[in-house]
């Protein structure tokens, strides 16, 4: 994993549900049949780079009822185990009509939408509610809580924004960045703005368990983000890896921004962020390069924790963890 200094251009990663149950229709007499809840299922992740896996933050419920049960005693006798007289072999399904008037309104709004560099901060998005985080999911099958939808965060420098990357607005500004000799030694993108598109490209065609962000400080674009999955990357491989551990990394872009506290303000900001959008995240996951001292000391900072010393392909890497638990306290 890429990790540029904060105070030098920073590379961090940073780390962090379920439907509602369908109701019954009215008219059927009968009661469902005891076993799972009918609302809950696995969400398609990958582990490592290969191939796809179980969410391990959700579960399938796969309950037998006693009909169920009779089913198989009456094929094991040569009985019919279907009955077409008997109404409880069938149930309608509908959704509560608050939840259909739900997903109508927001499927009028584009997925991926977030403020432009130059919006108002008071028309920013206000913060989510457990019923609109119900509905980014249900339209979204967003792996992340719909980073997109975070709004904004109030820190001591500012008001800041995480804005996914628009590859024709933003390339050209994280290019530049990325050439900067300071960013390259960790980030290794310098070069033309090709190596860094493809790079941007490929979290942006993925499942989206990577999502790549411009920080916005005050309405002025400052840094590059990248809010990750952790548990469904090839990092889990070489940690104890939770469920729906969340992982950033972050580089802070322009010279004059580097140096003055920023990379753990805005650090502390974003983990704050991803702890309160993402209930199923209990810890916060940094990987900086052992090297980057100043980096690490920005996370240490922002409340991190150093935790071990990890042997990556790339690097030998810092492993920070900010828990939930501690949220308040540092």
Known sequence: MPSADPSAPTATPVS???????????????????????????????AGDGGRSTDPGAGSADGRSGEDTRADEDTETGESAEDPE???????????????ALIAEETTEPRGSGPSFDQDPASSPAPLTATSRFGSRMLYDDLLDGVAEWGPAGTPAGLFHL???????DLPLISRWMNDPAAAEFWQLSGPPSVTEDHVRAQLAGDGRSVPCVGVLD???????????????????????????????????????????????????????VLARRPFCARVIAEPDIRNTPSIAAFLTAGFRFSAEVDLPTKRAALMVRDRSVRHLL
């Open 16 to 46: 962090a549900g379920a439907a509602f149950p369908a109701e019954p229709d009215a008219d059927v007499g009968s009661e469902p049949a005891a076993g799972g809840d009918p609302g809950r299922g696995s969400a398609p992740g990958t």
């Open 86 to 100: 008997d109404p409880e072999d069938t149930m309608d399904l509908r959704l509560p009509g608050e939840l259909l």
């Open 163 to 169: 804005v996914p990357v628009r590859v024709e607005r």
């Open 219 to 273: 309405g002025t674009p400052m840094s590059y983000w990248e809010i990750y999955r952790a548990d469904l990357d090839p990092l889990a491989r070489h940690y104890p890896v939770r469920p729906h551990d969340t992982g950033v990394h972050l580089l802070v872009g322009a010279v004059a921004d580097r140096g003055r506290g920023l990379g753990g303000t805005l650090l502390r900001a974003v983990a704050d962020l």
